[in-house]
Nanobody, 126 residues
Framework: QVQLVESGGGSVQAGGSLRLSCAAS?????????VAWIRQVPGKQREAVAC?????????DYDDAVKGRFTISQDRAKNTVDLIMTNLKPEDTALYYC?????????????????WGRGIQVTVSS
């Protein structure tokens, strides 16, 4: 069973930066695994902002709303998938989840992800 734990959230002013980290355990490497960062604002649907293939780190994709501002990367020594967020905007305020799925491609569809962390809050003030 894959377990995911997020860390690094918090509050920042618009234009600032934050780094989220997703620590994972339990991967079955007989499959290809993909990790996405998915955010949710109360009353709105979940939105996947970035995804990557675990270990190789290829097959990266970003939602248009964050392209050029967010970077998804891996720290193989720590076995984490990080989301580096720069030039943050108030509309980036959300609960951010790390989620994983076994599959063949990077997907920005939250419904495809089977394993989820508990989420971590990011608040951007204007």
């Amino acid at each position: 069973q894959v377990q995911l734990v997020e860390s690094g959230g918090g509050s920042v002013q618009a234009g600032g930066s934050l780094r989220l980290s997703c620590a994972a355990s339990g991967y079955d490497y007989n499959n290809y695994w993909y990790v996405a960062w998915i955010r949710q604002v109360p009353g709105k649907q979940r939105e996947a902002v970035a995804c990557t293939q675990v270990r190789r780190g290829d097959s990266i994709d970003y939602d248009d709303a964050v392209k050029g501002r967010f970077t998804i990367s891996q720290d193989r020594a720590k076995n984490t998938v990080d989301l580096i967020m720069t030039n943050l905007k108030p509309e980036d305020t959300a609960l951010y989840y790390c989620a994983a799925r076994a599959g063949m491609f990077c997907a920005l569809d939250p419904s495809l992800y089977t394993n989820w962390g508990r989420g971590i809050q990011v608040t951007v003030s204007s």
